[in-house]
């Protein structure tokens, strides 16, 4: 089993940056990509970006492509999510995701084990 746990969330002005982090613990050498999704109240959950862990290569969804960046840090298995000219159309909860699988993944379903969110709302 593996387990997720995300911090860094929180309010923050238009224009300004937050970063995340996603720790994972547990049977961590299964894992090759982390994701985050983010759910705003009322949408569906949406792809934000990956990282695998295989060649640290990262992929975004394109309402974050240009602002937001993910890295790696495999020692203390955990990925940070650094997010920049935040806008109020990026609030929601942020999810932190493990796939198993060595292709990255963009579809939630694909995903093997899920933290619990960290909620970011973003002022106008």
């Known amino acids: 089993q593996v387990q997720l746990v995300e911090s860094g969330g929180g309010l923050v002005q238009a224009g300004g940056s937050l970063r995340l982090s996603c720790a994972a613990s547990?049977?961590?050498?299964?894992?090759?990509?982390m994701g985050w999704f983010r759910q705003a109240p009322g949408k569906e959950r949406e792809f934000v970006g990956a990282?695998?862990?295989?060649?640290?290569?990262?992929y975004f969804g394109d309402s974050v492509k240009g602002r937001f960046t993910m890295s790696g840090d495999s020692a203390k298995n955990t990925v940070y999510l650094q997010m920049g000219s935040l806008k109020p159309e990026d609030t929601a909860v942020y999810y932190c995701?493990?796939?198993?699988?060595?292709?990255?993944?963009?579809?939630?379903?694909?995903?093997?084990?899920w933290g619990q969110g960290t909620q970011v709302t973003v002022s106008s």
């Open positions: 995701a493990a796939d198993r699988d060595r292709y990255v993944e963009v579809t939630e379903l694909a995903y093997d084990y």
């Open positions: 547990g049977r961590t050498s299964t894992l090759f990509t």
């Open positions: 990282l695998s862990w295989i060649d640290k290569s990262t």
